[in-house]
């Protein structure tokens, strides 16, 4: 089972970015998938989730109206279109894979994802 996620760079504030993490096999068609981010010297972070259905999205305060995830099941791929970049939206970028059955409440803590990529290096030069 893998995650891999791609598309992470340098972008200037206010400029956008969509990074996508591709899933293998059963991982995707059955499981809720999150993004979260660490930033260098904190810990993870929670940024958004969507639902297997893709019928519902969440997302923290820092990047509500900004960010949007999305994810397709033909390409088991998810994404994250960030616009309105900030310096503080630097960070490397990891896509998970929630347990399956998990529920919304849970979305928010690193604990409920049991598969995890790799990470994507976002830059937002000032």
């Known amino acids: 089972v893998q995650l891999q996620a791609s598309g992470g760079g340098l972008v200037q504030a206010g400029g956008s970015l969509n990074i996508s993490c591709a899933a293998s096999g059963r991982t995707f068609s059955n499981r809720a998938m999150g993004w979260f981010r660490q930033a260098p010297g904190k810990e993870r972070e929670f940024v958004a989730a969507i639902t297997v259905s893709a019928t519902s999205a969440y997302y923290s305060d820092s990047v509500k109206g900004r960010f949007t995830i999305s994810r397709d099941h033909a390409k088991t791929t998810v994404y994250l279109q960030m616009n309105s970049l900030k310096p503080e939206d630097t960070a490397v970028y990891y896509c998970?894979?929630?347990?399956?059955?998990?529920?919304?409440?849970?979305?928010?803590?690193?604990?409920?994802?049991?598969?995890w990529g790799q990470g994507t290096l976002v830059t937002v030069s000032s």
């Open positions: 998970a894979a929630a347990e399956p059955l998990s529920t919304r409440a849970n979305y928010y803590y690193t604990g409920t994802y049991d598969y």
